[in-house]
């Protein structure tokens, strides 16, 4: 059965993760996996994400929270974080790109609606992707922007108050739940899509479709 999408007036994305392949498990790993027992590597990266989450839960830049995170995770494991791991992440995360399923659809989205980034980084972070991805943006929220990361309130509310908008005016794309999809359903955000990149589960219950690429939800939006 197909599915049809209302159509918004804006369509907003997370960035890294969903439009940017999300590469930190390619970045950490070959630094911590000579310091770690093999069956420790999958808890140790299950903890890493979940203390990433907790570092963004109070503004810090975004190097920071880089930083932050991976000198957490290795004292919990008992392992050394290095000075130098933590400059390598910080450079290496800047290097990320499109996912190869990204430009060519987003640039035909782009056609037809403005295009919305709100995003768990900094500006230079985004002044880096944001030409990766092939495709124009009429605004370009960031962390540093708006003194908060998602899940906080303040980031969406900045969001609403820049654009002059509604969440009904939206249809939101992001792969993440904890940090887009849960906190929107709360705000009152109806029309999401659940990218499904293979960071988290489908959580129906929290209104977003979930869709396998950029080419569904234009199809669901009728302009393929």
């Known amino acids: 059965m197909s599915i049809e999408l209302p159509r918004p007036k804006y369509i907003s994305f997370d960035v890294i993760g969903t439009l940017i392949y999300f590469e930190m498990r390619k970045t950490v790993e070959p630094i911590v996996k000579d310091r770690l027992p093999a069956d420790q590597l999958e808890p140790f ?7 990433r989450y907790d570092e963004v839960l109070e503004y810090h830049p975004y190097d920071e929270v880089l930083e932050r995170s991976f000198r957490r995770i290795c004292e919990r494991y008992g392992i050394e974080a290095r000075d130098e791991d933590v400059a390598a992440i910080q450079r290496d995360v800047l290097e990320w790109g499109a996912h190869p399923d990204v430009p060519e659809p987003l ?10 980034a709100l995003s768990n980084a900094d500006d230079r972070h985004l002044n880096t992707f944001i030409p990766r991805l092939g495709a124009p943006f009429h605004a370009v929220i960031t962390a540093e922007q708006t003194g908060a990361y998602k899940p906080r ?3 969406f509310d900045h969001m609403l108050r820049q654009l002059d908008a509604k969440p009904s005016e939206f249809l939101h794309i992001s792969s993440h739940q904890l940090y887009d999809h ?3 359903a709360k705000l009152g955000f109806t029309n999401k899509v659940f990218l499904d990149r293979g960071y988290d589960p489908d959580l129906p219950a929290y209104g977003a479709v979930r869709m396998t690429s950029l080419d569904e939800v234009n199809s669901a939006l009728g302009i393929a």
Do not use: G, N, T
């Open 153 to 155: 309130v303040q980031a």
């Open 45 to 51: 990266f299950a903890d890493f994400s979940f203390i």
């Open 182 to 184: 849960i906190p929107m």
């Open 107 to 116: 640039a035909k989205m782009a056609e037809h609606f403005p295009l919305v």
